[in-house]
């Protein structure tokens, strides 16, 4: 990767942040709608709760652009799971894990990678089922004007996003079938209703 392309982009956006801070930029940053997939096909897990961690975080040498992505590859993940995944039973847990979500340049590319893994563990916390999804893809770089780098890096974001939403059901749908389920979680068997012959009232 080359550190001067790296620099340059982040002092570009130092540059245009406070111009348009002070109100004198004439080119202002574009901002964008954060990310919803709740239109996509529920996954419903028959477990009953669903965690997320989120907690990966980028090597400082690596010289990550996730943040200068106006959706950052870590938060379009974690929309994800939430708008995706839904616990659907009785008992048993979910966790979707993010393993990777980096952005980077390497020579005159801007490249992405996101890794996440779902694993499911019974009531007594033995692990039951192991799912796991890998997305990568790359862009040329156009123009590293401010503007044109967020908004390059933004749809390279996207696509990864529409990559992995259709891995992360695939791979379920391969490794997870058994905790698939269509409706809702099965209602526990009520209890028996306690029957008494009531006395018998008098004849009159």
């Not at 709760?49 to 590859?73: F, K, Q």
């Not at 916390?125 to 123009?143: K, L």
């Not at 391969?174 to 009531?198: C, F, I, T």
Request: some cysteine.
């Amino acid at each position: 990767m080359r550190r001067s392309g790296f620099l340059r982009v982040l002092a570009g956006l130092a540059v245009m942040a406070t111009l348009s801070g002070c109100g004198g930029g004439d080119t202002p940053l574009v901002s964008y709608a954060p990310p919803s997939y709740d239109y996509l096909t529920k996954l419903r897990l028959n477990v009953a709760t669903v965690d997320i961690d989120d907690s990966w975080a980028p090597r400082p040498e690596s010289h990550d652009l996730g943040m200068i992505s106006p959706t950052h590859p870590v938060d379009a993940l974690r929309q994800m799971a939430r708008d995706r995944l839904v616990a659907n039973g009785n008992t048993g847990h979910a966790l979707f894990g993010i393993d990777e979500a980096s952005l980077v340049q390497v020579r005159d590319r801007y490249e992405g990678r996101m890794t996440i893994h779902l694993d499911i563990a019974s009531g007594d916390g033995s692990r039951t089922g192991y799912a796991e999804a890998r997305v990568i893809r790359s862009r040329a770089i156009e123009n590293d004007a401010p503007n044109a780098t967020r908004a390059a890096l933004n749809e390279l974001v996207t696509q990864m996003m529409e990559d992995m939403n259709v891995e992360l059901e695939f791979q379920i749908r391969r490794s997870l079938r058994s905790y698939l389920q269509k409706g809702a979680p099965a209602a526990p068997v009520p209890a028996p209703v306690q029957q008494e012959d009531l006395p018998a009232l008098p004849k009159g």
